[in-house]
C-alpha cells in the first residue's frame, strides 16, 4: 500500500514538474537554471530496488567502519610517536639531571 | 554422484565408490597453492579442523580421474590436482542443526578468518554450508574457499554473508526465541537485514547490536551508492599495517558480538523437564531399561546408531560410551542443545539434529539434488536404531500405520533395533490419545509383535515391572 502511495506521488511530482517546465519555455523564462535541476532532481525515480543486492548495506557500513578505524589507526600512530618522542625528551632530562 | 558442486570455477567435488574427491582446476591452483602452503592452515588440518588433504598432483591425477571415471563430469575443465578428502560420516545442514551447532560453525569460521589473516590468506565467503559435523564438532570442509589477500585490503567481503547467516540467526535465536531450523529451510541464504528490521519495534531498532547490524545497513542499502556497480569491485587500498589493523577490529567486534550471541543452557520447552520430572517410571524401572539396553549395545558392538525421539539423550550417550558413533534426532531444538552441550563436555561422538522422524528434512537447492534430504542420507546409514518411547507417538499423534513404521525403521537399520512398545492402557498412551482409544483397540502386545516379525526377529524382549511398557530387542532379517 505504502509503495502505491508513493509511485503515485513520484508521477504527480513528476507530471507537476513537467509541466512546470514545459510553461517556462513556452513563455521564454527559462532562467533559473537551479530552480529548474532542483525540480528535475526529485523529479527521477528511483533505481528498480530488486536489482540492488540487499547484502550491500552491510558492505557499505563496513566500509565506513573501516575509514573510521582507519583514522584512529592514524591517530594512534601519531600518539605513539608523540609518546615516545616526551619519552627520548624525559630520558635526555633524566641524564641532564644525574 | 554429488550434485551440489558446480558454482566454483576453481573445482568441483565428486563422490564416486565412496571416495570424497576434490577436482580443483588450473585456475584454483594459486588459491590451492597458498592453502597447502599456509603453516596457520595446516595447523587446522593437523586438528581436524579443516577437513585432510591427499593431493594428487599432475601426473597421478589424470590417473586418478581415469580410475575413477570422472571425465564426464569435469564438463572440459583443466585439471590442476586431484585431492582426497576424508568421509564425514553423516552429513548434516543448517537447517536441521540445533541453535549450538550453528554457533559452533560459525566459531570455528570466524577463527579461520582471523587467524589466517596471518599468513595473508581470507575466505572467500562465509557460509554455514562450508562446515559439516563430526559428532558435534565442526570441520570445515571448503578448501578451495580460501585465497591470498592483498596486503593492503582492508575489507572482509564475505562479512555480509557471516551476519546474514551466522549472526542474525543467532541474533533471532536470543532475543525472539526462535531457531535456526525454522527458517533455514526457507531461507536457505540466511535473512537480511531488512527481514529482521520489520521483526523489531521502533524502539529496539536504534539499540545495539541491532542498530549496527541490521538498521545502518537496511539504511544503507536504500542510497544510490548501493545502487552503484563498483562497490563490490577491490579499490581502496592503504598501507599493509593500517589494513590489518583495520582487520583485526572488524574481527574482534565480531568475536565479542558471537560471544554475546552463544546458545546458554537453562532454556525451557514443553520437551525440557521430561527427563527430571519423569512419573511414568520409578527408577527401578528406568534401571531395567538403562540395562536392557546396555546389554544389548555390549553385545551386538553396533559402530554406528540412530536415536530416534532421543530427548536429553541419555540413551544417544550409553551408546556413544560403548564406541558408537550416534546421530541422536527429535523435534524439539531445546533438549537437542543441552544434548550438544554434553557432548562437548564428555566429547562423546553425538550429533544432535532436529529431525521429526515422521515429517523428515526434505532435499532442497537446485533440481532438489544440492542437500539431499534426511532419509536419503539415512537409509541403510546405521548399524543400530533406537525407538525409545517414541512409536506410540508416532502411532497416535501421527496417525502413521504401524506396518509403514516397520518399513522405514527397516531400511534405516543394518542390523538391530531396541524399541520401546507403550501400550494404549498406558497413561501416558491415554493422554495422547485424548478420547480417542477405540482407534487403537486392535494394537495389542500380539499384532505389534506380529508387525515387527514381517521385517525383524525378535532376540529377546523383556516386559517393564508394573507398567504397560515392554522393550524389544530386534535383528533385522528382511
Given at each position: 500500500m505504502k509503495n502505491i502511495l508513493i509511485i503515485r506521488i513520484n508521477w504527480m511530482v513528476k507530471a507537476m514538474a513537467w509541466k512546470q517546465i514545459a510553461n517556462k519555455i513556452c513563455k521564454h523564462q527559462l532562467r533559473?537554471?537551479?530552480?529548474?535541476?532542483?525540480?528535475?532532481?526529485?523529479?527521477?525515480?528511483?533505481?528498480?530496488?530488486?536489482?540492488?543486492?540487499?547484502?550491500?548495506?552491510?558492505?557499505?557500513?563496513?566500509?565506513?567502519?573501516?575509514?573510521?578505524?582507519?583514522?584512529?589507526?592514524?591517530?594512534?600512530?601519531?600518539?605513539?610517536?608523540?609518546?615516545?618522542?616526551?619519552d627520548t625528551l624525559k630520558g635526555k632530562s633524566k641524564e641532564k639531571g644525574q | 554422484m554429488l550434485r551440489n558442486s558446480f558454482r566454483d570455477p576453481e573445482g568441483r567435488l565428486l563422490v564416486s565408490n565412496g571416495k570424497v574427491l576434490r577436482v580443483v582446476t588450473r585456475q584454483g591452483m594459486r588459491s590451492f597453492q597458498s592453502f597447502l602452503a599456509s603453516p596457520v592452515a595446516q595447523s587446522f588440518v593437523s586438528d581436524r579442523r579443516i577437513v585432510s588433504t591427499k593431493v594428487f598432483g599432475e601426473p597421478e591425477a589424470d590417473e586418478v580421474i581415469e580410475k575413477e571415471a570422472l571425465r564426464p563430469f569435469l564438463n572440459g575443465m583443466e585439471v590442476g590436482a586431484v585431492v582426497e578428502h576424508e568421509r564425514v560420516p553423516f552429513q548434516s545442514y543448517p537447517h536441521e542443526w540445533p541453535a549450538e551447532l550453528l554457533f559452533a560453525a560459525a566459531d570455528l569460521t570466524l577463527e579461520l578468518a582471523e587467524r589466517l589473516l596471518t599468513d595473508r590468506l581470507g575466505l572467500k565467503d562465509a557460509t554455514p554450508f562450508n562446515v559439516l559435523f563430526r559428532g558435534a564438532e565442526p570441520v570445515f570442509i571448503d578448501v578451495l574457499s580460501f585465497e591470498e589477500r592483498h596486503a593492503g585490503d582492508p575489507i572482509w567481503l564475505p562479512y555480509g554473508q557471516f551476519v546474514r547467516t551466522f549472526i542474525t540467526p543467532l541474533l533471532l535465536h536470543k532475543y525472539f526465541g526462535l531457531f535456526p531450523n525454522m527458517f533455514f529451510l526457507a531461507r536457505r541464504e540466511g535473512l537480511e537485514p531488512e527481514d529482521v528490521y520489520k521483526l523489531c519495534g521502533p524502539v529496539r531498532r536504534l539499540l545495539p547490536p541491532f542498530l549496527t547490524l541490521v538498521s545502518i545497513p537496511k539504511w544503507l542499502g536504500v542510497t544510490s551508492y548501493a545502487a552503484r556497480t563498483d562497490t563490490y569491485v577491490k579499490k581502496k587500498f592503504t598501507e599493509p599495517e593500517r589494513a590489518t589493523y583495520i582487520l583485526r577490529y572488524l574481527f574482534k567486534r565480531l568475536r565479542r558480538l558471537l560471544m554475546r550471541l552463544a546458545p546458554v543452557a537453562g532454556q525451557r520447552s514443553s520437551w525440557t523437564g521430561y527427563m527430571a520430572d519423569m512419573t511414568h517410571y520409578t527408577t527401578d524401572q528406568f534401571a531395567t531399561k538403562q540395562s536392557f539396553v546396555e546389554c544389548a549395545l555390549r553385545e551386538f558392538q553396533p559402530r554406528s546408531v540412530l536415536d530416534v525421539g532421543c530427548n536429553s539423550g541419555m540413551f544417544s550417550m550409553l551408546a556413544a560410551k560403548c564406541g558408537a558413533r550416534v546421530v541422536a534426532i527429535d523435534s524439539d531444538p531445546v533438549v537437542l542443545g543441552d544434548l550438544a552441550r554434553a557432548a562437548w563436555k564428555d566429547r562423546l561422538d553425538i550429533l544432535p539434529l532436529v529431525v521429526d522422524l515422521t515429517r523428515p528434512t526434505p532435499a532442497i537447492g537446485w533440481q532438489n539434488a544440492e542437500c539431499p534430504g534426511f532419509l536419503e542420507r539415512a537409509r541403510g546409514a546405521f548399524d543400530a536404531v533406537f525407538m525409545l518411547a517414541v512409536v506410540h507417538h508416532m502411532l497416535v499423534s501421527e496417525r502413521i500405520p504401524l506396518e509403514e513404521i516397520v518399513d522405514l525403521t527397516a531400511d534405516l537399520a543394518r542390523d538391530i533395533v531396541i524399541l520401546e512398545f507403550v501400550a494404549p492402557q498406558d497413561e501416558m498412551f491415554r493422554r495422547l490419545a485424548r478420547g480417542r482409544e477405540y482407534l487403537y483397540d486392535g494394537l495389542t502386545v500380539e499384532s505389534f509383535e506380529a508387525a515387527w516379525r514381517r521385517r525383524f526377529e525378535i532376540v529377546r524382549s523383556q516386559h517393564i515391572e508394573h507398567t504397560q511398557r515392554s522393550l524389544y530387542l530386534l535383528r533385522k532379517t528382511a
Open positions: 533559473e537554471p537551479l530552480i529548474v535541476s532542483a525540480i528535475v532532481f526529485f523529479a527521477t525515480a528511483r533505481d528498480a530496488h530488486a536489482y540492488i543486492d540487499p547484502g550491500t548495506g552491510a558492505l557499505i557500513w563496513q566500509m565506513l567502519v573501516a575509514a573510521f578505524v582507519g583514522g584512529l589507526f592514524f591517530v594512534r600512530n601519531i600518539s605513539r610517536r608523540v609518546m615516545s618522542w616526551l | -
